[in-house]
C-alpha cells in the first residue's frame, strides 16, 4: 500500500514568490493534516480537513496561506507571497478519521531566499 | 505551559542500555497518546500508540501511559545505535479529538 505521497520534496523560492505543495493521502484515509516544521521544533498544525472539509485552520496564515481538499482526496497547500520566514519543512498526514493514527509523507522542504 | 512538553535533551545511552523518554501534557481530558520517530532529515514514523492507562509493549518498546499524573512515557530495550533519532511525544486533545498536537521531541543517542 503506497503511504502518503507529497511533492516536491524540495524547494527553494525568492521571497516574494508564490510557492505550491502537494500532497496524496493513504488510500481511503479521510482526514488530511498539513504541518509546519521548523527546525528542532516539532510539528505544528497549519490546518486539518475531514473529507473536503476544513475542520481546523486556526493555526493557518491567511494573509498568505491557502489550502484546498476539493474532492476530499488530494490536498494543496499554497503560500503568496513567500516571507523569508516560511524557510521550514512542510508535512502532510493522514489517517482514517480524526482520533486514530496518523501516517506522514516525506515533507517538503522550503527554502526561501 | 505547552500542550506537550518533552525534555530536547540530548538522552545518551550506551548500546544495550533501557532509554527512557517522557512527555507530559496539560489537558487532562487528553485521550490517544503517540510517539513518533524522527530520523534527522526524515519525516515522523508512528512506532506506537496507546490510549489506555498501563503500558503497552511492542517488541523492544513499552508505552506507558498515566492519565492521572497526565504522564507518557517510552521505553525501548536493548538500545541500538540505529534508535539514535529524535522522539516526539504527540496527543489528541479532549476539546478536538482531531488535533494531533506535537512536543518538541527529544534527541537519542544510542552509543556503540
Known amino acids: 500500500e503506497a503511504g502518503v505521497v507529497q511533492s516536491p520534496r524540495y524547494k527553494i523560492i525568492e521571497k516574494k514568490q508564490p510557492v505550491a505543495f502537494w500532497c496524496n493521502p493513504i488510500?481511503?484515509?479521510?482526514?488530511l493534516y498539513w504541518y509546519l516544521q521548523n527546525l528542532g521544533q516539532g510539528p505544528e498544525l497549519l490546518i486539518r480537513y475531514e473529507n473536503e472539509e476544513a475542520v481546523d485552520d486556526s493555526q493557518l496564515p491567511k494573509d498568505r496561506f491557502s489550502a484546498e481538499r476539493l474532492k476530499g482526496v488530494d490536498s494543496t497547500l499554497k503560500i503568496q507571497p513567500a516571507e523569508l520566514g516560511d524557510s521550514a519543512v512542510y508535512l502532510c498526514a493522514s489517517s482514517i478519521q480524526g482520533g486514530t493514527e496518523a501516517f506522514f509523507g516525506q515533507g517538503t522542504r522550503l527554502t526561501v531566499v | 505551559q505547552k500542550e506537550v512538553e518533552q525534555n530536547s535533551g540530548p538522552l545518551s545511552v550506551p548500546e544495550g542500555a533501557i532509554a527512557s523518554l517522557n512527555c507530559t501534557y496539560s489537558?487532562?481530558?487528553?485521550?490517544?497518546f503517540f510517539w513518533y520517530r524522527q530520523y534527522s532529515g526524515k519525516s515522523p514514523e508512528l512506532i506506537m500508540f496507546i490510549y489506555s492507562n498501563g503500558d503497552k509493549e511492542d517488541g523492544r518498546f513499552t508505552a506507558q501511559l498515566n492519565k492521572a499524573s497526565q504522564y507518557v512515557s517510552l521505553l525501548i530495550r536493548d538500545s541500538q545505535p540505529s534508535d539514535s533519532a529524535t522522539y516526539l511525544c504527540a496527543l489528541h486533545g479532549s476539546s478536538n479529538t482531531g488535533k494531533l498536537i506535537f512536543g518538541q521531541g527529544t534527541t537519542l543517542q544510542v552509543k556503540p
Open positions: 489537558d487532562r481530558g487528553s485521550q490517544s
Open positions: 488510500s481511503g484515509h479521510n482526514t
